[in-house]
Structures are given as C-alpha cells and as structure tokens.
C-alpha cells in the first residue's frame, strides 16, 4: 500500500467499511445538503434496520423517538447493487466532508444524545493501521470537529417530521 494512501482507500478495497456496511441515517438538513451539492434527488429511502439491536436504542431516547417512524424505519442512503453506500466511489466517499451525513462525519466516534463517548465504535479494520497509528490520527479527526458535528446533528435530528 502507498505510503501516502488514505486509511479510507484502503478500507475500501478491504470491502469491510462503514459504508459497506452500515445503513447511515440523514437528517432532513443532510438531503437537503446532498441535493444542493448533487443535483439529485434519489440517494435516500425510508427503511428498517437491517440490525435489530439498532431499533431499541432505549439508551437514546432523542434518537429513538426523532429518528424512527412508528413503523420503525427512518431516512437512510441507498445503496449500490453490490451494497456498497450510494456515494461510495475508488477512493472513498464523493462527497466533500461538510456534504456527508452528520452520522458519516462523526464515524467512529460513538454517541448519544448526552454527548460523544470515550469509546470509539467498532467497525473499523484496525489490521489497516500503520504500526503504532491510532484511528483518530488516521482518519485526521479531532475532537473539536467531532463536538461540533454532534451538536448539529441533534439539533437536525429535532428537525425530524414524521407524519
């Protein structure tokens, strides 16, 4: 692998990433971001978790009760014929970082309402590291960014109408 190659090509190649295999959410201010970016109107559908254990989230109520709709499915972005996430390109996402779901931004960083937890997510193929590399540095995150885009994101999720 390149020196210089970006943790997220190589996880793609590796067909092991979030967005291969995670279905993101988007806020409604997401779409609208994507649309006004793409042009297109056709990157998201109203779904169930494929993963039941992420219907519950009783340890979030915000995100349980804003996100869902009674019949238990929420926005999410579509996906490719092979899975892969609709945006998913060679190289990693196509869309530029302050276009990404808020979800997608935050990744791997773990969350609830209250705030970002210690933790990161799992997920991850930490085998792609370089020796003595954390994920953070990796990804060339921080925490600051992180703060901010959580902030936004239940602010958007607020937003969330279901009829």
Same mark, same amino acid.
């Given at each position: 692998?390149?020196?210089? !190659?970006? #943790? /997220?090509?190589? +996880?793609?190649? &590796?067909?092991?990433?979030?967005?291969?295999?995670?279905?993101?959410?988007?806020?409604?201010?997401?779409?609208?971001?994507?649309?006004?970016?793409?042009?297109?109107?056709?990157?998201?559908? &109203? *779904?169930?978790?494929?993963?039941? $254990? &992420?219907?519950?989230?009783?340890?979030?109520?915000?995100?349980?009760? *804003?996100?869902?709709?009674?019949?238990?499915?929420?926005?999410?972005?579509?996906?490719?014929?092979?899975?892969? /996430?609709?945006?998913?390109?060679?190289?990693? +996402?196509?869309?530029?970082? $302050?276009? *990404?779901?808020?979800?997608?931004?935050? =990744?791997? =960083?773990? =969350?609830?309402?209250?705030?970002?937890? !210690?933790?990161?997510?799992?997920? +991850?193929?930490? !085998?792609? #590291? *370089?020796?003595?590399?954390? #994920?953070?540095?990796?990804?060339?995150?921080?925490?600051?960014?992180?703060?901010?885009?959580?902030?936004?994101? &239940?602010?958007?999720?607020?937003?969330?109408?279901?009829?």
């Amino acid at each position: 692998m390149p020196a210089d !190659e970006f #943790l /997220c090509v190589r +996880c793609a190649r &590796y067909n092991r990433t979030c967005c291969q295999r995670s279905e993101i959410y988007t806020t409604p201010a997401d779409e609208q971001r994507i649309r006004n970016f793409t042009g297109r109107d056709d990157f998201t559908g &109203y *779904r169930r978790p494929d993963n039941v $254990e &992420y219907a519950g989230q009783d340890n979030d109520p915000v995100w349980r009760d *804003r996100v869902f709709r009674a019949d238990g499915s929420r926005r999410v972005l579509n996906r490719q014929p092979n899975g892969d /996430c609709t945006f998913l390109g060679p190289h990693g +996402c196509v869309l530029p970082l $302050e276009i *990404r779901p808020l979800v997608c931004r935050l =990744y791997p =960083y773990d =969350y609830e309402a209250a705030g970002i937890r !210690e933790e990161l997510s799992h997920g +991850c193929p930490l !085998e792609l #590291l *370089r020796s003595g590399q954390g #994920l953070i540095v990796a990804l060339e995150m921080n925490i600051e960014d992180a703060r901010r885009w959580h902030q936004q994101l &239940y602010q958007e999720v607020q937003n969330e109408v279901h009829g």
